[in-house]
């Protein structure tokens, strides 16, 4: 099995900047392909950001493509989200997730996703 750990959320200003992190144990980190989803209150979760398992491939979804920017850290077992040109509406609970990565990539589907983090709030205030 898999565990995932996010940190980083916190409060922050519209325009400002903020890096999560998603720190894994448990079976070989580079088994699996990274997605970043978020949930807003009364909102479904939807795809944000995701990575394959050697990280040199990453899949954005349009509302962040440009602004968040994911990465990995193999000898850390540790994926980071990028945020920056926060905005109002990216105000969420996100979460990391892994999908084995004999699926195929992009994965920015929710089915596949065998393992998730407990979810950091992130809150953009205007």
């Known amino acids: 099995q898999v565990q995932l750990v996010e940190s980083g959320g916190g409060l922050v200003q519209a325009g400002g900047s903020l890096r999560l992190s998603c720190a894994a144990s448990g079976r070989t980190f580079s088994s699996y392909h990274i997605g970043w989803f978020r949930q807003a209150p009364g909102k479904e979760r939807e795809f944000v950001a995701g990575?394959?398992?050697?990280?040199?491939?990453?899949n954005y979804a349009d509302s962040v493509k440009g602004r968040f920017t994911a990465s990995k850290d193999n000898a850390k077992n540790t994926v980071y989200l990028q945020m920056n040109s926060l905005k109002p509406d990216d105000t969420a609970v996100y979460s990391c997730?892994?999908?084995?990565?004999?699926?195929?990539?992009?994965?920015?589907?929710?089915?596949?996703?065998?393992?998730w983090g407990q979810g950091t709030q992130v809150t953009v205030s205007s």
């Open positions: 997730a892994a999908i084995p990565n004999t699926e195929a990539f992009p994965a920015r589907s929710l089915l596949g996703y065998r393992y």
């Open positions: 990575i394959n398992w050697s990280g040199r491939l990453t």
